[in-house]
């Protein structure tokens, strides 16, 4: 079974930096995988933020970034603020047409 | 501007079929993919599969494959995700979400709908 990982929880100061990760069971992350990254608030519906690894989507601030940090996939947010008080998930394309989730970061500023 | 507009909430019994309906606007609607995605309440998102809406072609994840089916209809401009054979744990919200393949054949996704709350009940 394909499992993607994920921090469940990560806390930031305001105006920090914080950087997530993004994991798979079976091998390194790479930018073969495309990895995506969406954010969430909570009752709400999701939001690209990243995709193919490090190319932001349309309208998200260049707080946010994406990278590949050694064998995982990387979300970096800058200058950490209030809203950015969301869950956080990473998707990994695994080329043979799967798609995979990763469980998720709750994203606490404060 | 992309639009995915789904179809209302939906309250079914155990055992039953429920159809969700996810219309969209603002692009050419056969050179995407369309996912669907489920989320059961305080739950991570779990991709169930996807159409390509220019060929019909489907991908299914194995957790859902017995159970699920999507389909399109080209001329409404709409993607049908109908689960069949309900249970309690499929009481979540789903999610239908554009997949462009323009970057890399993989139809990742960019745009998402707003969301169908389906309520199974004993």
């Known amino acids: 079974q394909t499992v993607v990982t994920q921090e469940p929880s990560f806390s930031v100061s305001p105006g920090g930096t914080a950087t997530l990760t993004c994991g798979l069971s079976?091998?390194?992350?790479?930018?073969?995988?495309?990895p995506s990254w969406y954010q969430q608030i909570p009752g709400q519906a999701p939001r690209t933020l990243i995709y193919?690894?490090?190319t932001r989507s349309s309208g998200v601030p260049d707080r946010f970034s994406g990278s590949i940090l050694g064998n995982k996939a990387a979300l970096t947010i800058t200058g950490a603020q209030a809203d950015d008080e969301s869950d956080y998930y990473c998707v990994l394309y695994l080329g043979s047409g799967s798609v995979v989730f990763g469980g998720g970061t709750r994203l606490t500023v404060l | 501007q992309v639009q995915l507009v789904q179809s209302g909430a939906e309250v079914k019994k155990s055992g039953a079929s429920v159809k969700v309906s996810c219309e969209a606007s603002g692009y050419t609607f056969t050179s995407y993919a369309m996912h669907w995605v489920r989320q059961a309440p305080g739950q991570r998102l779990e991709w169930m599969g996807w159409?390509?809406?220019?060929?019909?072609?489907?991908k299914y994840s194995q957790k859902f494959q017995n159970r699920v089916t999507i389909t399109s209809d080209t001329s409404a401009r709409t993607t049908y995700m109908e689960l069949s054979s309900l249970r309690s744990e499929d009481t979540a919200v789903f999610f239908c979400a554009r997949g462009d393949p323009s970057r890399s054949g993989n139809f990742e996704i960019d745009y998402w709908g707003q969301g169908t709350l389906v309520t199974v009940s004993s």
């Open positions: 079976f091998d390194s992350v790479s930018t073969t995988y495309y």
């Open positions: 159409i390509n809406a220019g060929n019909g072609n489907t």
């Open positions: 193919s690894t490090n």
